[in-house]
């Protein structure tokens, strides 16, 4: 009996051996389990939050280009409108200066131009002065308000009105045209408003 007593206790030692073994085997592999499981699940909600940062931008990017897109031609209409009106506004106003011309006080004017023309001109008997053909009719007066020697000759560059001299002597050009100062006009809102008028 002594035999089968230390035979059955020797089992027993062994069974449960192998049942603390196998019960810290098996603690081991779910830890492991366990750890596997949270490091695929962090990896996983890693890469879902990738993939969603990925999606929220590109969203975002392509949001961003539409409005700018938007914002891109909302500018260009405001500044075709802009163009526009001032486009009007400068066509109103070569209108009324037309229509300036055609009234008393423009010979007014044309003195006033010849004689500006003579003092920046100080020059001898070569100045010409350039009008527009319908102000022929005022030659006499221009020359008289110049207070010089000179020739009055039409031409077909000045469409609104007033004088531009020129001295072939000193090489020098006076523009009093009611055009160049629209054009200068033009180029100030050009500078200031940022609108070419073509």
Not at 9 to 24: E, S, V
Not at 167 to 172: A, N, T
């Amino acid at each position: 009996m002594h035999k089968s007593f230390k035979s059955s206790n020797f089992l027993n030692a062994i069974d449960k051996y192998a049942k603390k073994r196998r019960k810290k085997i098996t603690d081991e592999l779910e830890k492991i389990e366990e750890k596997e499981l949270k490091k695929a699940e962090t990896e996983i909600v890693e890469d879902v939050n990738t993939m969603i940062q990925r999606e929220l931008m590109a969203m975002k990017n392509k949001i961003l280009i539409e409005v700018s897109h938007k914002e891109i031609e909302e500018r260009k209409k405001v500044s075709i409108r802009r163009r526009d009106i001032i486009k009007e506004m400068f066509f109103e106003c070569k209108e009324k200066l037309l229509d300036y011309t055609k009234s008393e006080k423009y010979l007014d004017s044309l003195k006033e131009y010849a004689g500006k023309i003579a003092k920046a001109l100080n020059s001898f008997d070569d100045v010409k002065l350039f009008v527009k053909k319908e102000d022929l009719k005022h030659e006499k007066e221009i020359k008289k308000a110049f207070g010089k020697k000179c020739e009055v000759i039409s031409a077909d560059d000045i469409e609104i009105g007033g004088i531009k001299g020129f001295s072939e002597v000193r090489g020098l050009i006076a523009d009093e045209t009611l055009d160049a100062k629209l054009n200068e006009q033009k180029d100030w809102a050009a500078e200031n408003f940022g609108v070419l008028l073509v």
